[in-house]
Nanobody, 125 residues
Framework: QVQLEESGGGLVQAGGSLRLSCTDS????????IGWFRQAPGKEREFVGT????????YTSDSVKGRFNISRDNARNIVSLQMNSLKPEDTAVYFCAAILSAFYGSPVESEYRYWGQGTQVIVSS
């Protein structure tokens, strides 16, 4: 059973940083590629970034490239999204999602089968 859970959201001033975590209690976490998505009020959910199952490959969207970094610790079943130089337009609910038995992640939302409930990030100007 895959149960993803995000944490680490909150309120931060523009220019600040937050670190989001995505965890799962399953024993096959190291076989999941993990993606991060976000949904701002009144907008569609958008891709933020992804990390391969072994953490050797990451890819982030142009909107966060150079500011956000994704990493993972499979021994602790954690994927982290480090968000730096935050902007008000980064305000959204952030979700992590998993593609099971996949080395590579994907920017395509429909390829992810399991989703967390999301964590709210608010960036004030």
């Amino acid at each position: 059973q895959v149960q993803l859970e995000e944490s680490g959201g909150g309120l931060v001033q523009a220019g600040g940083s937050l670190r989001l975590s995505c965890t799962d209690s399953g024993q096959t976490f190291s076989s999941y590629a993990i993606g991060w998505f976000r949904q701002a009020p009144g907008k569609e959910r958008e891709f933020v970034g992804t990390i391969s199952s072994q953490g050797t490959m990451t890819y982030t969207s142009d909107s966060v490239k150079g500011r956000f970094n994704i990493s993972r610790d499979n021994a602790r079943n954690i994927v982290s999204l480090q968000m730096n130089s935050l902007k008000p337009e980064d305000t959204a609910v952030y979700f992590c999602a998993a593609i099971l038995s996949a080395f590579y992640g994907s920017p395509v939302e429909s390829e992810y089968r399991y989703w967390g409930q999301g964590t709210q990030v608010i960036v004030s100007s």
